[in-house]
T-cell receptor, first 111, second 112 residues
């Protein structure tokens, strides 16, 4: 059973546009929600993360929006650039336990 | 910049052969994870260790896979005998307790 559901599977955005990736979960024991970025031939790298007591976190062009009541969180990439083309994974952690990853979103930003 | 180091980066071998993948976690990290990544399944957790003790290996086919941490600086994942369906990218990640994981660049395994 997939603990974290991620959509869409793939996304194509024009340069300068906004990329939005969504994740949903059921387990209310999750206490930490990171996003990872993966380039071809590389391992996933931590991009940005949020805790459930915060509704939004912004770092540069990357923003996480968190809706605790809906059990959903999303990654927004503003002013998307070709260099942002990568696979993005959301994840969720149960304190004292492991991380659960979404299935990934392949983002392509076209010039 | 501290990194998780995985070797080999690529491995091609024939089915039935033993495969050993190695991981050097970041110094000071006490939790090590092994993941398998495929197009169909995404990132699957195979096993993880804390302070060298296995905490969860339920994601690992027990009949052919084994994971160990001989010491704090080395984690190994072995497949014996290997099968074509084991072809995937295997990632090692490490962390300090429940902090976010740092991933290595993976071992791309092809079983012919």
């Amino acid at each position: 059973q997939q603990q974290v559901k991620q959509s869409p599977q793939s996304l194509i955005v024009q340069k300068g546009g906004i990329s939005i990736i969504n994740c949903a979960y059921e387990n209310t024991a999750f206490d930490y929600f990171p996003w990872y970025q993966q380039f071809p031939g590389k391992g996933p790298a931590l991009l940005i993360a949020i805790r459930p007591d915060v509704s939004e976190k912004k770092e540069g062009r990357f923003t996480i929006s968190f809706n605790k009541s809906a059990k959903q969180f999303s990654l927004h990439i503003m002013d998307s650039q070709p260099g942002d083309s990568a696979t993005y994974f959301c994840a969720a952690r149960i304190l004292g336990n492991q991380f659960y990853f979404g299935t990934g979103t392949s983002l392509t930003v076209i010039p | 910049d501290a990194r998780v180091t995985q070797t080999p980066r690529h491995k091609v071998t024939e089915m039935g052969q033993e495969v050993t993948m190695r991981c050097q976690p970041i110094l000071g990290h006490n939790t090590v994870f092994w993941y398998r990544q495929t197009m169909m399944q995404g990132l699957e957790l195979l096993a993880y260790f804390r302070n060298r003790a296995p905490l969860d290996d339920s994601g690992m086919p027990k009949d052919r896979f084994s994971a160990e941490m001989p010491d704090a600086t080395l984690a190994t994942l072995k497949i014996q005998p290997s099968e074509p369906r084991d072809s995937a990218v295997y990632f090692c990640a490490s962390s300090r307790d429940n902090q976010p994981q740092h991933f290595g660049d993976g071992t791309r395994l092809s079983i012919l």
